[in-house]
């Protein structure tokens, strides 16, 4: 059983859409907060948002803010990460990742998908 | 936002070799990191959380240390799955930021 598993990666062109989901088994997601974490090619880990385990506190890197949206439907133990207004530098590999606690933060980044890939591109 | 600082940026080491990669941030993180490695194509594994707590099912080989804005990862007799890519992070403040990596080559 894979623990964390994202899908919804594809191309699409710049200025476009693209929802990426994470499907999390055995474990109960609403006791965990829940982050996204992206890697370009050829590059280091950089990370885009975070979520609390009940969904009402979000955070969003710099980069990603206003552009992006992190949620999450713990009755379906799902993750959401909905990317708008994409551009050339967010393609990337990009992984989910389980917080070891309900609120982001004080706590590591304990179990990781396998990532699904975006390529922003014309 | 908090910058983080590997060094060094790779490295090249013998099996049974003690490395030692350094993470320096930009401000005090209070102890608020992680270690994490990771292999070509695979996700990152936590190593190290609080800075010097070993994860579950980590080898006792790999630790952690530092506090304020300096840490360290020590690994103490370098093995062959060690090969690898390294990452600090940092989640200390309300926006996390990584290291750029140090990667541990075959010498």
């Known amino acids: 059983e894979v623990p964390l598993l994202e899908s919804g990666g594809g191309l699409v062109q710049p200025g476009g859409s693209l929802r990426l989901s994470c499907a999390a088994s055995g474990f109960t997601l609403s006791s965990y907060a829940m982050s996204w974490v992206r890697q370009a090619p050829g590059k280091g880990l950089e990370w885009v948002s975070a979520?609390?385990?009940?969904?009402?506190?979000?955070y969003y890197a710099d980069s990603v803010r206003g552009r992006f949206t992190i949620s999450r439907d713990n009755s379906k133990s799902t993750l959401f990460l909905q990317m708008n207004s994409l551009r050339a530098e967010d393609t990337a590999v990009y992984y989910c990742?389980?917080?070891?606690?309900?609120?982001?933060?004080?706590?590591?980044?304990?179990?990781w998908g396998q990532g699904t890939t975006v390529t922003v591109s014309s | 936002d908090i910058q983080m600082t590997q060094s060094p940026s790779s490295l090249s080491a013998s099996v049974g070799d003690r490395v030692t990669i350094t993470c320096r941030a930009s401000q005090s993180i209070s102890s608020w990191l992680a270690w994490y490695q990771q292999k070509p194509g695979k996700a990152p594994k936590l190593l190290i959380y609080?800075?010097?707590s070993l994860e579950s099912g980590v080898p006792s080989r790999f630790s952690g240390s530092g506090s304020g804005t300096e840490y360290t990862l020590t690994i103490s007799s370098l093995q062959p799955d060690d090969f690898a890519t390294y990452y600090c992070q940092q989640y200390h403040s309300f926006t996390w930021t990584f290291g750029q990596g140090t990667r541990v080559e075959i010498k």
């Open positions: 990742a389980k917080v070891n606690g309900y609120d982001p933060f004080g706590y590591a980044m304990d179990v």
């Open positions: 609080k800075a010097s």
């Open positions: 979520i609390s385990g009940s969904g009402s506190g979000t």
